[in-house]
């Protein structure tokens, strides 16, 4: 019996014309199951993936970009930018401590009225918007070359799966690269920081998320944070 994913495979041919994911192939975007099957077609762009201390493939934006894959050996943990096996948990349970995007996204996504149990992940897509990897604990440091692959890369995903709407999930993310989409965006906190749960006169982070992907927010304030 062949493995269910909670992904579908079916726009990786025109994700291979990216220019970025011919070098770094495990870091194409998530494109849930049902993406689309349940309300509008959802795109979320969080910030990056992480390699761990002690790794230098990705300290120098021009070295980065200028490989590929196959400068990765086993102990530079080429898994942490596979993008797909990290949000593929058939339970919906991500256990690393980095994770905790995923695990209160999931939460939110099921508040919002998605359907079931398990890994809600399957309803929509996902992304990060920098596709430079930063060291784990810290925030991306954004040079020159990281927004200019980050606008080609994300433009480049829009064309192919056609959301209906693109949530940044990053606030950082949403400063360096909304003005460069060629739709409009809406945006939140990061889910792993204290504005998720923090109160504003706008609501908490959580909130208007779900207002969003509920497709009741409405105005624009979520754009202020």
Not at 88 to 111: C, F, M, T, V
Not at 143 to 171: C, H, M, W, Y
Not at 213 to 223: K, M, N, W
């Amino acid at each position: 019996m062949s493995e269910i994913h909670h992904y579908l495979q079916e726009f990786d041919n025109a994700f291979d014309k990216l220019l970025h994911y011919q070098a770094y192939p495990r870091m194409r975007p998530f494109i849930g199951r049902f993406y689309g099957q349940h309300g509008p077609k959802i795109l979320l762009v969080a910030e990056s993936h992480y390699l761990p201390a002690g790794r230098s493939l990705h300290l120098d934006a021009q070295r980065w970009y200028a490989g590929s894959e196959k400068n990765f050996e086993t102990d530079d943990k080429p898994g942490w930018i596979h993008t797909r096996n990290i949000i593929d948990k058939p339970d919906g349970q991500w256990n690393a401590r980095g994770h905790e995007i995923y695990r209160r996204l999931n939460r939110a996504l099921s508040e919002a009225g998605y359907m079931g149990d398990g890994n809600l992940f399957r309803y929509v897509a996902f992304m990060n918007g920098f596709q430079r990897p930063a060291v784990t604990g810290k925030s991306l440091n954004v040079q020159r070359e990281d927004l200019e692959v980050a606008k080609q890369t994300l433009n480049g995903v829009i064309d192919v799966i056609k959301p209906d709407r693109v949530i940044f999930v990053s606030t950082k993310a949403k400063r360096h690269l909304a003005k460069h989409l060629e739709i409009e965006s809406k945006g939140v906190p990061h889910p792993a920081c204290a504005w998720w749960y923090r109160a504003s006169k706008h609501g908490t982070g959580k909130e208007r998320f779900i207002s969003l992907v509920s497709g009741i927010y409405p105005g624009t304030e979520a754009d202020r944070y």
